[in-house]
C-alpha cells in the first residue's frame, strides 16, 4: 500500500495508514461505517465447520476497531470440476449460521472459478466515531490481555500433514469458532485504549503494529501467553506454517527476545492465526476487573504485558 498515493477526502476517519483492522467512514455527526474484508483457503477438513470459522474471522475485525457489524457479501472461489458443489452448499450454510449468531444480514456475494476453494465476507458495521479503537491509541503503562489462546496456525498446519490428534483440533476450532462479539462489549465498558485482532500476522505482528503506530513499546511475558493443547509439540515437530516463518522475517527485526525463551514459545510468537482473540490496550487500574468480568463469561482473557516509553525495542518477548 505504501506505493498507492494517499487520498484527501473528506469523512475517511481510519484508512490505511496504521494497518488498522478495518477502515471507518464518518457518515453524521454520531454515526460511522465500518468495513472490512478477508477470506482465505480451507483449514480444516469439514465444510461446514469451515465456513463458520471463515465467518467468524471476517467479523472479528469490525469487533476489534469498537464497531457492530451489520451486513456481509459473501466472496467465493470455487472449482468448475473435481468437486461436488454441495460442499459449497455446506461451507455457505455454516458461514450463515455464524451470522445469524452475530445477527449479520447475508445482502449477496461474488463468486468466482478458482482451483483452490476460498471463501470469506466483506463485512459492514457502524460504529461510533467517538470511540474507534485504532492501533494508534495504546499508551505508555496500558496492561495488555488476550481474550484467546495462541496456536492455531501450528495445529492446523499438522492437520494437513495428518499429523494432528483429532482432540487438539477439536479445541482449535472451539476457540476459532468464538465470536469476538462479547469481548469487545465488555472492553468497551471499560478504558480500552486500542484493540486489534490477532489473525495471520500472528501476536508478534499485530502487537508491532500498535506499538509503532502509538509510539510505545509492548512487553511481553511469555511465561503467561495462552496456548492451545497441542501447539508447543507440533512446533517442535517442525509443523510450522510458512506464515510463521515470513513474520519472523518481515518483523523480527523490531523485536529482542531474550535467550531465555524457548524456541517452542518463539514459534508460537510468530504463529499466523486464524479467527485469533482480541488484543486489548487498557489502563493499569481497570486491567483487573476487565479480566475478571471477560472470565466471569467464559472468555479464556489473561494478562500477557504492559506498554511502556522505552524506543529501544518496539516489542520485547523475556
Do not use: W
Not at 464518518?26 to 461505517?33: E, G, H, K, P, R
Not at 470459522?53 to 472479528?60: E, H, K, P, T, W
Amino acid at each position: 500500500m505504501k506505493s498507492i498515493p494517499r487520498q484527501n477526502l473528506p469523512g475517511v476517519l481510519v484508512g490505511y495508514d496504521n494497518a488498522d483492522d478495518a477502515g471507518v467512514f464518518q457518515l453524521t455527526s454520531d454515526i460511522a461505517v465500518v468495513q472490512t474484508v478477508d477470506y482465505f483457503s480451507p483449514i480444516v477438513d469439514d465444510p461446514y465447520t469451515y465456513g463458520q470459522i471463515a465467518a467468524v474471522n471476517s467479523l472479528s475485525d469490525v469487533y476489534a476497531m469498537g464497531g457492530q457489524p451489520k451486513t456481509a457479501l459473501s466472496i467465493v472461489g470455487f472449482p468448475t470440476t473435481g468437486l461436488d458443489f454441495s460442499i459449497l452448499g455446506d461451507i455457505m450454510r455454516g458461514g450463515l449460521d455464524k451470522l445469524n449468531e452475530a445477527g449479520v444480514a447475508l445482502l449477496g456475494g461474488h463468486s468466482v472459478r478458482d482451483d483452490e476453494i476460498k471463501f470469506g465476507y466483506a463485512v459492514t458495521g457502524v460504529i461510533d466515531p467517538r470511540n474507534i479503537k485504532q492501533n494508534r491509541g495504546a499508551r505508555a503503562g496500558d496492561r495488555v490481555i488476550l481474550t484467546k489462546p495462541l496456536g492455531t496456525g501450528l495445529i492446523t498446519t499438522a492437520l494437513k500433514r495428518g499429523k494432528a490428534s483429532a482432540e487438539h483440533v477439536q479445541a482449535a476450532v472451539a476457540s476459532m469458532l468464538q465470536l469476538n462479539r462479547r469481548p469487545a462489549e465488555i472492553a468497551l465498558e471499560f478504558q480500552a485504549d486500542a484493540m486489534t485482532d490477532i489473525t495471520g500476522f500472528g501476536l508478534a505482528g499485530h502487537a508491532i503494529e500498535v506499538a509503532k503506530a502509538s509510539h510505545i513499546t509492548i512487553e511481553f511475558d511469555h511465561r503467561a501467553f495462552p496456548i492451545l493443547p497441542g501447539a508447543l509439540d507440533y512446533s517442535t515437530q517442525g509443523f510450522c506454517a510458512g506464515g510463521l516463518g515470513s513474520n519472523r522475517d518481515f518483523f523480527g527485526k523490531n523485536i529482542s527476545i531474550a535467550e531465555s525463551v524457548p524456541a517452542a514459545i518463539r514459534d508460537v510468537f510468530f504463529d499466523p492465526q486464524t479467527s485469533g482473540g482480541l488484543l486489548i490496550f487498557c489502563r493499569a487500574q481497570d486491567a483487573a476487573k476487565l479480566i475478571t468480568t471477560l472470565q466471569s463469561e467464559n472468555i479464556p482473557a489473561v494478562e500477557i504485558g504492559f506498554t511502556s516509553d522505552e524506543r529501544q525495542h518496539q516489542l520485547t518477548l523475556a
